[in-house]
């Protein structure tokens, strides 16, 4: 569906509809939570969009592995 | 006065901000002059979806400015648009009360509204059943709840006293203030954000109200569509929008030195247990809430110069309305219709009316009734068709009836 270089971007762009943090600043080492300010609904909502876009599954319990935008990226790439 | 709560009491409750959205204006004071002004707030729907099901009433009184206009994107995206518009008028009336410092324990928030989140239980089913699961947001289900609004406007304000959503149809917003009001004198808190919000124009909700024949039919002349009290009236006109009130403990507000528009001196509520959505014809109901807002308020009926009526423009619930105003006050008060200008803005009405009344008491003027050409012979009470000067308006009440029987009235007095 999209190569590794395509993910980080496709995703910031998720980040940045849903949350409202600008693409530019979702980058591989910021903590959605810490970093990003993004709350548990939103992750719900980032995680939805990002199936859809990559066509990976994010079950409940890795969604909550996913600490850092690099191991979202990760993931989609091992899943997709 | 010799009741318990008497002139200037300390726990008597007052109004310290107001904010609106309505299809007159983006705020309270546009909305106030819009009414002054004789604004119409009245236009066609343009929606395609009325052509497509061929719907019968082709009018709405839409918003004057987006709430998306006013709101971020991502406020706007995790709201339903009812609860934008709640949002917005709460805002404004926190601004306007100068966002006074308050203990979260002792800030409460009561909105309510008579439909709710409709759009979204509407446009999340279309995806469902067109897209399948993956395109329902996951927000579905906090957007279409009841208590939305409510609950949007407590977030945003941290009001931990509570955050509480009555729903009564079109008097939700009416309502909304009479429990912040007894909350208040209760109390359970020392400020109430307190209002209605609706915002459901939507081809099921015109159709069930047309299918009714409660709605306007006069489609080729929008402005004079909504005509309470006059001869032609033929139904309501649907609108949307929201009204707040800041609702405050005098003391409270005169500590921090707080700008005081109006009291809200008392509120009454009664059910006509008639009719799922006809007025009871003898107005015992309804005079039973005049009665309640009175005693409440320690008022007489000879004290009240001005009623805010409901009056929406339907052929039966104006002249019931009219008759209890007569039987509880008497010919006195000077009678007026604000939605022959905003439209019928269903569980905003009481609140964003309530608005126009607090004002009118301030300023001593009400605004008069638009397109009350040929007043009803049945209408007893002297309805005002251009604006009135009152001299010595010391209290004022306002109406609001809703759909299951729910009468709510609201007094209000000069500071």
Known sequence: MSDNTEI?????????EVAGVPAADVTGDKS???DLDIDSLSMVEIAVQAEDKFGVKIPDDELANLKTVQDAVDYIQRNK | MTAKHSANSADQVVVTGIGATTPLGGTAPETWQGLLEGRNGVGSNDAPWVDTFDLPVRIKAGLKVEP??????????????????????????????GEPEVDPVRLGAVVGTGIGGA???????????????????????PMLMPNGPAAAVGLWAKARAGVHAPVSACASGAEALAWAWRMI??????????????????????????????????????????RPFDLGRDGFILGEGAGTMILERRDHAEARGAKIYGVLAGAGM??????????????EGTTRAIERALRSADLSPTDIGHVNAHATSTPVGDIAESNTVLRALGEHPVVTANKSMTGHLLGASGAVEGIATLLAVRDGIVPGTKNLNDLDPKVGVDVATTNREVSDLR???????????????????KN
């Not at chain 1, 980080?8 to 940045?16: D, F, H, K, Q, T």
């Not at chain 2, 979204?120 to 289900?141: C, F, R």
């Not at chain 2, 009664?270 to 107005?283: K, L, Q, V």
């Open chain 1, 8 to 16: 980080l971007p496709g995703l910031a762009e998720i980040v940045e």
């Open chain 1, 32 to 34: 959605f939570t810490d």
């Open chain 2, 68 to 97: 998306t206009e006013v709101l971020s994107r991502v406020e706007a995206r995790r709201l339903d648009r009812c609860q934008q518009v709640a949002l917005v008028a709460a805002r404004e009336a926190w601004a306007d009360a």
């Open chain 2, 119 to 141: 759009m979204t239980l509407l446009d999340q089913d279309d995806l469902l059943e067109t897209q399948g699961l993956s395109k329902v947001a996951v927000l579905t289900i």
């Open chain 2, 185 to 226: 004198r209760d109390g359970d808190m020392d400020i109430a954000i307190a209002g209605g919000a609706e915002a459901c124009i939507a081809p099921i909700t015109v159709a069930g109200f047309a299918q009714m024949r409660a709605m306007s039919t006069r489609n080729d002349d929008p402005a004079t569509a909504s």
């Open chain 2, 270 to 283: 009664s059910n006509d247990a008639h009719h799922i959505t006809a007025p009871e014809p003898e107005g």
């Open chain 2, 395 to 413: 209290a004022a009440l306002n109406n609001s009836f809703g759909f299951g029987g729910h009468n709510v009235v609201l007094a209000f007095t």
